[in-house]
């Protein structure tokens, strides 16, 4: 097909293998250098002239829809990547408690004080990045505080996919506007990182920043223990795992599960509790199993999202085949893909 012309429709597909560094033009719009042997697949699906190298095509037939061309250095922001791609209809959903805070190390009720994470938490960070350094990303959500967000950001740093997250300003008009990227080739190598409080750890109330010890010292080990796992008691002034389920699945239900089913791979770095409250719903725990449920930091899960299930695969071990990629087939396909990328 080299040097020809060739005649596409609309809606067709096509893998291209570049035999040396290629530029690719999808419409007018140059897309990329592509390095040699990279495999490509351009979706078609808008009429125009297509070129990839010496090759053109000539894709005829309107439609409506955006074009894409989907490869593992070529994803563009909208929903059609290979990363997220709807080919498939399963997605990974990666859950990360936040390596270990200050507080945690000092043993104090920590709750919305917004603390820092350790050395060791960085560290538990890092270590958490590369386990799921082979799974797909789309999104990040993240609670509002800064624990959650370092966690994410730093296992980030570890992902072989190398996109960057950035934190989206969604607070007002300006926010959004003051922080607009204005390539778009920028924003398809970027992560959309999105924050909410609704991802917050549970208010702990009138505990916040009292030594956990000390209060159990002083209100009693039973009473500190209903406090810190009973389902529907609140702390002093403070939320019930409940009241913090309410708020949390509400989010998970109305904000990321729908960027789940439309074929997105996400990432929520956020709290032992908010992050109980989600797995209660994930995995339809009763509340009388969600007390028992226990998170440590750093320690990655994850699950896949397939025919509107979800499924449990537990905490990647390494980023090895026996660790995680055995897992489903679509992960194998996605490592091979960045293995060919990087090699
Ligand atoms: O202090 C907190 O905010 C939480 C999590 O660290 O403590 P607990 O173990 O009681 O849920």
């Given at each position: 097909m080299?040097?020809?012309?060739?005649q596409?429709?609309?809606g067709?597909?096509?893998?291209?293998?570049?035999?040396?560094?290629?530029?690719?033009?999808?419409?007018?719009?140059s897309?990329r250098?592509?390095?040699?042997?990279?495999?490509?697949?351009?979706?078609?699906?808008?009429?125009?002239?297509?070129?990839?190298?010496?090759r053109k095509?000539?894709?005829?037939?309107?439609s409506?829809?955006?074009?894409?061309?989907v490869?593992?250095?070529?994803?563009?922001?909208s929903?059609d990547?290979?990363?997220?791609?709807?080919k498939?209809n399963?997605?990974?959903l990666?859950?990360i408690?936040?390596?270990?805070?200050l507080?945690n190390?000092?043993?104090?009720?920590?709750?919305?004080?917004d603390?820092p994470?350790?050395?060791?938490?960085?560290e538990?960070?890092?270590?958490?990045g590369h386990?799921?350094s082979?799974?797909?990303?789309d999104m990040?959500y993240?609670?509002?505080?800064?624990?959650?967000q370092?966690?994410a950001m730093?296992?980030m740093?570890r992902?072989?996919?190398?996109?960057v997250?950035?934190?989206?300003?969604?607070?007002?008009e300006?926010a959004?506007?003051?922080?607009?990227?204005?390539s778009?080739?920028?924003?398809?190598?970027?992560?959309?990182?999105?924050t909410?409080?609704?991802l917050n750890?549970?208010?702990y109330?009138?505990l916040?920043?009292?030594?956990?010890?000390?209060?159990?010292?002083?209100?009693?080990?039973?009473?500190?223990?209903?406090?810190?796992?009973?389902?529907?008691?609140?702390?002093?002034n403070?939320e019930?795992?409940?009241?913090?389920?309410?708020?949390a699945?509400?989010?998970f239900?109305?904000?990321?599960?729908?960027?789940l089913?439309?074929g997105?791979?996400?990432?929520?770095?956020?709290?032992?509790?908010s992050?109980r409250?989600?797995i209660?719903y994930?995995?339809k725990?009763t509340?009388q199993?969600?007390?028992t449920?226990?998170?440590?930091t750093?320690?990655?899960?994850?699950y896949?999202?397939?025919?509107?299930?979800?499924?449990?695969?537990?905490?990647?071990?390494?980023p090895?085949?026996?660790?995680?990629?055995?897992?489903?087939r679509?992960?194998?396909?996605?490592?091979?893909?960045?293995?060919d990328m990087?090699?």
């Open positions: 080299a040097n020809a012309m060739l596409q429709t609309v067709g597909t096509l893998q291209l293998l570049s035999n040396s560094r290629t530029h690719c033009n999808v419409g007018n719009r897309v250098l592509l390095p040699k042997g990279f495999k490509l697949e351009v979706e078609f699906s808008k009429r125009g002239i297509y070129s990839s190298g010496k095509f000539n894709v005829i037939q309107a409506t829809s955006q074009t894409s061309v490869g593992p250095l070529l994803a563009p922001s929903s990547t290979v990363d997220s791609h709807m498939s399963e997605v990974a990666i859950l408690r936040h390596g270990e805070s507080w190390e000092k043993n104090l009720f920590t709750g919305c004080a603390v994470l350790t050395n060791k938490g960085v538990e960070a890092i270590e958490a386990r799921i082979n799974i797909p990303v990040i993240t609670s509002s505080l800064i624990r959650a370092m966690t730093l296992a740093t992902h072989r996919r190398k996109k997250p950035i934190i989206l300003h969604n607070e007002d300006r959004r506007a003051w922080s607009k990227i204005y778009e080739d920028t924003i398809e190598q970027s992560i959309p990182v999105i909410s409080w609704k750890e549970r208010m109330g009138e916040q920043g009292l030594n956990k010890q000390e209060t159990a010292d002083k209100f009693g080990h039973e009473k500190v223990h209903e406090w810190r796992r009973s389902y529907d008691i609140p702390p002093p403070g019930s795992l409940e009241m913090c389920a309410e708020r699945v509400a989010y239900r109305d904000n990321i599960e729908p960027q089913l439309s997105k791979n996400i990432l929520i770095s956020a709290h032992g509790n992050l409250s989600i209660m994930l995995d725990l509340s199993e969600v007390i449920l226990e998170l440590s750093g320690i990655p899960m994850l896949i999202f397939k025919e509107g299930k979800f499924i449990r695969r537990g905490s990647p071990v390494a090895t085949e026996a660790g995680v990629y055995a897992y489903t679509r992960l194998a396909q996605y490592r091979q893909k960045l293995d990087l090699t």
